[in-house]
């Protein structure tokens, strides 16, 4: 009798483009979740006051973004720890707590004007912010105490579905794509404040300072290496692009809508409720529901960085799969973060504009000196062996903290000398 061959079984590889889908996550989180209430209004504004010829700042700070994103993806994975604990391991203990300071008030700040871009966004459907607000609120926390990471991973990838909306409404106004085209390679400059202050806040709105803890941070906890670099740097970069279309596909739309009628705005709300008129209400509800989606995704991201950072800072215990006795300091940031932020965009007399405004000087300051850290890290033989920066990431790299360094230091120039640089 014959012996019986042995079964041999055949692997099936996965396709590439499904490798790096799966992986996605953290990049495409973090860099969607930079489009919140603050850079919804912060586009819309842009396009209002200065048409399609303010597009090439897009390209611009989806570079930085991919430079500064993938610095940290690479970190994360090399080391197993996130931006806060390697602060702290490479410059003591002061400059952590100075960073973490300012990243605490900033954050703080933002967190209020998500909820104040959901009450916004609720009130062009008839629903009160008293109603709205607390929903947001409750459905926020409930989320970060759910207790699974990958869970919470997922709703937040759903969550980012609505930007798809700002798509649909690019097409709906119909935009001259030449000059669309045009304007987003070829860069144009104004000499007046309002317009370097807009790129300031476009880049400073796209490349925000917590993004860098977040995304680390996700990489980390999502248990990925250094062998996992390739799909990281896939998901960042995949994250940048889908995040920066949304900015393009939003200034396009205002810019072609509401510039050409000399119509300016002062928020996405604003801006949503003007396009109305002309391209009709499905324009308004879409921008509406974009901004509601928007603000809920970063309502989530902002309490959640924060306390991780913190935590990781000064060695408390953290993590969203950590039960409240497991660490009660990380899920106590976060909900007295949310509850506060709650509070404050129903108390009538609060003064919203400048706790925003303070907010946004304070990431301002902060960024800068977060990615001079962020650098020196990356250079560092001893924590990131032959995964350290190379020529061509370092050139990226200086360039982008010169940028965003003479960006801040124009603004604040700008307002020594009293211009107005309101947007």
């Known amino acids: 009798m014959a012996a019986k061959q042995p079964e041999t079984t055949t692997i099936k590889k996965k396709p590439l483009l499904l490798l790096i889908l799966a992986s996605a996550g953290p990049g495409i989180i973090a860099e969607l979740a930079g489009n919140d209430a603050g850079g919804i209004s912060t586009f819309s504004i842009a396009g209002a006051n200065y048409g399609l010829k303010i597009l090439w700042a897009v390209p611009v700070a989806m570079l930085f973004l991919m430079v500064v994103q993938e610095s940290a993806a690479r970190m994360g994975s090399k080391t197993g720890k996130g931006f806060a604990a390697l602060i702290r391991e490479s410059f003591g203990l002061r ?15 933002t967190t209020l004007s998500e909820f104040a871009g959901i009450a916004a966004g609720m009130e062009l459907f008839g629903v009160s912010k008293f109603i709205a607000v607390p929903v947001a609120g409750l459905a926020v926390w409930a989320l970060l105490m759910g207790g699974s990471y990958r869970r919470t991973e997922r709703i937040f990838l759903v969550i980012s579905l609505v930007f798809l909306v700002y798509v649909v409404a690019a097409f709906v106004s119909k935009p001259p794509w030449g ?13 007046n404040a309002g317009f370097i202050s807009l790129i300031i806040a476009i880049i400073g709105t796209t490349v925000a300072p917590w993004m860098i803890f977040f995304g680390q941070s996700n990489v980390v906890e999502k248990g990925a290496t250094i062998k996992d670099l390739f799909f990281l740097r896939a998901d960042v970069f995949l994250g940048a692009v889908i995040a920066c279309f949304v900015v393009w596909f939003i200034m396009i739309t205002t810019g072609t809508v509401l510039h050409e009628q000399g119509i300016v705005v002062e928020d996405a709300a604003a801006a949503a409720q ?4 002309t391209v009709g209400q499905a ?3 879409l921008f509406g529901v974009g901004l509601v989606g928007a603000s809920f995704l970063a309502a989530c991201v902002l309490p959640l960085t924060t306390s991780y950072a913190l935590c990781e800072a000064f060695g408390w215990e953290r993590g969203t799969d950590r039960s409240w006795n497991e660490a009660p ?10 509850v506060i932020s709650c509070i404050a965009v129903l108390v009538p007399s609060a003064n ?3 706790i925003m405004l303070t907010a946004q000087i304070v990431n301002g300051v902060l960024l800068p000196v977060l990615l001079i850290f962020l650098v020196l890290i990356a250079n560092n033989r001893i924590v990131m062996g032959s995964h350290r920066n190379g020529k061509l990431a370092n ?3 200086v360039v982008t903290i010169i940028a965003i360094i003479g ?17």
């Open 95 to 109: 400059l952590t707590a100075f960073a973490m300071l300012a990243l605490a008030i900033a954050n703080s700040g």
């Open 179 to 191: 000059a669309v085209a045009l304007h987003t390679v070829m860069p144009s400059l104004e000499p």
């Open 274 to 277: 003007a396009l109305a008129p």
């Open 283 to 285: 324009a308004e509800h």
């Open 329 to 338: 300091v990380f899920k106590g940031i976060i909900t007295a973060i949310i």
């Open 352 to 354: 919203l504009m400048s």
């Open 395 to 397: 050139t990226l790299s």
């Open 407 to 423: 960006f801040t230091v124009a603004l604040f120039v700008f307002l020594g000398l009293g211009f107005d640089v309101s947007l």
